[in-house]
């Protein structure tokens, strides 16, 4: 198809071409794909996220299924969240043409999805998408808010949006976040770096998140993975969510770890009391779930 050969093309050229030169090259797709927009589906199904929490893993599992097709340029686009106003018509332009996206030997079944990690977390992109997308289906992974939170912060310090260490950072985080999301929902147009890249603990808080997204687009459209049983489980779990989908059978080989980077172990002591700071807020997840998380049991 044109959107694999084309991402197979972009791929090879991140290997020899510098990153102006692949941002210039991806803004000449989304060019091209909003002068086509009208022509263009809209995805059947969303990750969003949690961050840190083997969604990478997940798109490239889906990505690979017969019956499932991906935006053409990258994994994350970022709409609902950062990028809600440049409109609809920009939105549409990441996704296949519907003609296209029909071809499918073999098979009727035809499903297009997006993977963006911020939209469970922002206050407002869950509301946003049951405006736009009213018959979407959202998933989400949960991770160990714990682990979750020392990997996020490992990332960010890689991405040069952090310089402290974990424990400061984390001493930080109510001064950083301090009125952010309110000022998100009063200014649909503000954009807060500390909301977006230092919520390590707030991230974490999945329930507060989840009754959100269950507000706006209620609690049949949202599906919630465990991600420790993910990996434990992969084909037990990935299954499940292909029936959810109502996508047919396609189970891969295996299920590598994405975007794993190496770092030192946590403090126990420190690990310790994030157990004891998360404890009431898993217990609120546990009830939403249905079962005990993973991490809790």
């Given at each position: 198809?044109?959107?694999?050969?084309?991402?197979?093309?972009?791929?090879?050229?991140?290997?020899?071409?510098?990153?102006?030169?692949?941002?210039?090259?991806?803004?000449?797709?989304?060019?091209?794909?909003?002068?086509?927009?009208?022509?263009?589906?809209?995805?059947?199904?969303?990750?969003?996220?949690?961050q840190r929490s083997g969604t990478t893993s997940l798109y490239r599992l889906l990505s690979a299924h017969?019956?499932?097709?991906?935006?053409?340029?990258?994994?994350?686009?970022?709409?609902?969240?950062?990028?809600?106003?440049?409109?609809?018509?920009?939105?549409?332009?990441?996704?296949?043409?519907?003609?296209?996206?029909?071809?499918?030997?073999?098979?009727?079944?035809?499903?297009?999805?997006?993977?963006?990690?911020?939209?469970?977390?922002?206050?407002?992109?869950?509301?946003?998408?049951?405006?736009?997308?009213?018959?979407?289906?959202?998933?989400?992974?949960?991770?160990?808010?714990?682990?979750?939170?020392?990997?996020?912060?490992?990332?960010?310090?890689?991405?040069?949006?952090e310089t402290e260490d974990f424990e400061t950072a984390l001493e930080l985080e109510d001064q950083r976040?301090?009125?952010?999301?309110?000022?998100?929902?009063?200014?649909?147009?503000?954009?807060?770096?500390?909301?977006?890249?230092?919520?390590?603990?707030?991230?974490?808080?999945?329930?507060?998140?989840?009754?959100?997204?269950?507000?706006?687009?209620?609690?049949?459209?949202?599906?919630?993975?465990?991600?420790?049983?993910?990996?434990?489980?992969?084909?037990?779990?990935?299954?499940?969510?292909?029936?959810?989908?109502?996508?047919?059978?396609?189970?891969?080989?295996?299920?590598?770890?994405?975007?794993?980077?190496?770092?030192?172990?946590?403090?126990?002591?420190?690990?310790?009391?994030?157990?004891?700071?998360?404890?009431?807020?898993?217990?609120?997840?546990?009830?939403?779930?249905?079962?005990?998380?993973?991490?809790?049991?």
């Amino acid at each position: 198809m044109i959107g694999n050969r084309i991402r197979a093309l972009t791929k090879q050229a991140k290997k020899v071409l510098p990153a102006p030169v692949i941002g210039a090259l991806r803004a000449g797709m989304q060019g091209i794909g909003m002068l086509s927009a009208p022509a263009r589906t809209l995805p059947d199904f969303i990750i969003i996220g949690a961050q840190r929490s083997g969604t990478t893993s997940l798109y490239r599992l889906l990505s690979a299924h017969p019956a499932v097709a991906r935006p053409t340029a990258s994994k994350g686009i970022g709409y609902f969240d950062v990028d809600y106003a440049r409109g609809m018509r920009w939105y549409r332009g990441h996704f296949p043409l519907r003609l296209t996206a029909a071809i499918l030997p073999g098979s009727s079944v035809r499903q297009v999805f997006e993977s963006s990690g911020y939209y469970c977390f922002h206050p407002l992109a869950a509301e946003r998408i049951s405006t736009d997308l009213p018959d979407v289906k959202l998933v989400m992974m949960l991770r160990d808010p714990v682990e979750r939170a020392y990997s996020a912060h490992r990332h960010e310090l890689v991405r040069g949006f952090e310089t402290e260490d974990f424990e400061t950072a984390l001493e930080l985080e109510d001064q950083r976040l301090a009125g952010e999301d309110q000022r998100l929902i009063d200014d649909p147009q503000y954009q807060s770096h500390n909301h977006r890249h230092h919520a390590y603990l707030r991230r974490g808080l999945y329930a507060q998140q989840i009754r959100r997204i269950h507000e706006a687009v209620g609690s049949d459209r949202l599906y919630l993975m465990d991600a420790d049983d993910f990996f434990q489980h992969p084909i037990e779990e990935f299954r499940t969510l292909l029936k959810w989908l109502g996508l047919p059978d396609s189970i891969p080989d295996s299920v590598p770890a994405e975007n794993a980077q190496p770092r030192a172990e946590m403090d126990e002591q420190l690990r310790a009391r994030l157990r004891d700071y998360f404890a009431a807020p898993d217990s609120e997840l546990a009830e939403l779930m249905g079962k005990t998380p993973s991490w809790r049991r």
